[in-house]
């Protein structure tokens, strides 16, 4: 055996399994970003709902606007950043074209912030007809992500 | 024989919501549409046609996200096949363009080309038949002033013998009656005006109420959602049931939903009802959206799960 096939004869296996270990390891925090991504949309949606009853005049709490907006505005921030690159395989409804299209991506969220951060200016005034207005802003912010980039749910 | 007159005006008579679909009926109900007769689309009509055209869901099948507005190319996945929306502008060639008024109303209304074959359907003359004789004129009126596309429609893929478009008159017989949306003299107009728009123009149940192996509308389970929607998809149960349905939506939730596409929940709705929420729904009046939460709620809840176990936003 010669001394390349030596080297190959260890090092390929080696490789391998460094190679899978990683891809393992990779796998993992992946599914600890996709948790975590979908806490943080779910307590979006948390505060999207919150928010909808009081403008819909269903809970009197028109005092708590403010804060339930300012929680959407700071979520709002972390969406990018729970979409690292490799995290879209797993129990996951993102498309890969969040990435491959990461531009429009980038944008349709930041659209989604700059519509919260109205949303907190408008709650502000405790005018429930323009926080309803902005709330269909924000609505349709929320399409403009998902609409492209979020797969349709099981069946 | 009936006079030339009988032809002069153009309306539109109810036709009995009783009477089957026997082929002689169809044939007599084609003659009783007047022919040949065109109105100049006013501006008012047009108007209201929008109008018609939003509250029938913007006709979102029609219409793909890239593609020209209402120029047709949708792929509506069914467990009968993939249909293809077509082409509805006003192009001559392509489009509906060379259609009178009464080639409009005999496809609305009887689910028949102007050359007189049996629509697939896919497009829900089942809902349409009844429709205002006004309304369906302002529709087209409206149909009319949208830009023409010249785009060619692509054709379904239906396999034989699904495909066999005769038998679809056998269809009719068993799953389509004809005939104008009838008032329920018991019920408030509120309630009647949300059972109008849902039923003939919204045409909710075309998704949300499960078909039969023919592909007929279940009505013994109207509402109560299907596992086989279009492209794909759920359509979830809208019966007022409490676990199943949306029976925790109040009225407000509904119109809410219905202009802004978010749920109770905060998540938000996707796929051709967001479509249809997008160029249709959310357009309507607070009072005729409300009159549909109120037409939904008064439904028989219906326990029906057709989510699956592990849904989630």
């Known amino acids: 055996m010669g001394f390349a096939k030596k080297v190959s004869a260890v090092v390929l296996p080696a490789g391998a399994i460094a190679l899978g270990l990683v891809a393992a390891q990779g796998l993992e925090s992946a599914q600890g970003i996709i948790k975590y991504r979908k806490s943080v949309m779910k307590s979006q949606a948390g505060h999207i709902g919150a928010i909808g009853a009081i403008a819909k005049g269903q809970v009197p709490f028109k005092q708590d606007l ?54 907190v200016q408008v709650a502000k005034s405790g005018d429930l ?9 924000v609505a349709k912010a929320c399409k403009g992500c998902h609409k492209p980039f979020r797969k349709k749910k099981k069946k | 024989m009936r006079d030339a007159d009988d032809f002069a005006e153009p309306s539109l008579k109810p036709i009995s919501g009783r009477m089957r679909a026997t082929p002689g009926v169809l044939i007599f109900f084609i003659l009783l549409i007047p022919v040949g007769h065109a109105v100049s689309a006013d501006a008012d009509a047009v108007a209201r046609g929008e109008y ?21 190319g949708r792929a509506i996945k069914t467990p009968f096949g ?12 392509t489009g509906i363009g060379a259609w009178n008024d009464s080639d409009f109303v005999g496809a609305m209304r009887m689910g028949v080309s102007p050359q007189g074959a049996h629509y697939f359907p896919v497009f829900p003359y089942t809902a349409f038949t009844r429709m205002r004789g ?25 396999t034989p013998p699904l495909s066999w478009r005769p038998l679809l008159r056998v269809w009719k017989l068993l799953n389509f009656t004809p005939g104008e949306f009838k008032k329920d003299p018991t019920r408030s107009p509120e309630w009647n005006r949300g059972a109008y728009l849902a039923e003939a123009l919204g045409h909710c149940g075309e998704c949300h109420t499960p078909r039969n192996l023919l592909g007929g509308l279940n009505e013994d389970m109207a509402y109560a959602g299907s596992r086989e929607g279009p492209e794909g998809e759920i359509a979830p149960n809208i019966t007022p049931d409490v676990e199943t349905g949306i029976g925790t939506w109040d009225v407000e939730d509904v119109v809410f939903f219905l202009k802004s596409g978010s ?28 009159a549909i939460a109120e037409y939904l709620r008064s439904l028989r809840p219906i326990r029906n799960e057709v989510r699956a176990p592990n849904d989630e936003p």
């Not at chain 1, 959407?72 to 993102?94: Q, V, Y």
């Not at chain 2, 302002?138 to 379904?156: I, Q």
């Open chain 1, 66 to 119: 403010v804060a339930h907006a300012v929680a959407l505005r700071s979520t709002s921030k972390m969406i990018l950043e729970a979409f690292p690159e490799g995290s879209g395989t797993g129990d996951t409804r993102a498309r890969p074209e969040i990435w491959t299209e990461w531009i429009k991506f980038e944008q349709a969220a930041r659209n989604f912030e700059k519509e919260s951060e109205k949303l």
């Open chain 1, 129 to 137: 007809e323009q926080v309803s207005s902005q709330f269909l802003a």
């Open chain 2, 52 to 72: 018609i055209f939003r509250a029938a869901a913007g006709c979102a099948c029609h219409s793909t996200e890239e593609g020209e507005f209402l120029a047709g």
């Open chain 2, 82 to 93: 993939t249909f293809y929306g077509t082409n509805i502008t006003p192009d001559e060639q």
């Open chain 2, 134 to 158: 006004q309304d369906l004129l302002d529709l087209r009126a409206y149909l009319g002033a949208v830009k023409p596309v010249r785009k060619e429609n692509r054709a379904h893929e239906v």
């Open chain 2, 263 to 290: 749920k109770p929940d905060g998540d938000d709705v996707q796929g051709l009802m967001a479509e249809m929420i997008d160029i249709g729904f959310r357009y309507l009046r607070d009072d005729d959206l409300r």
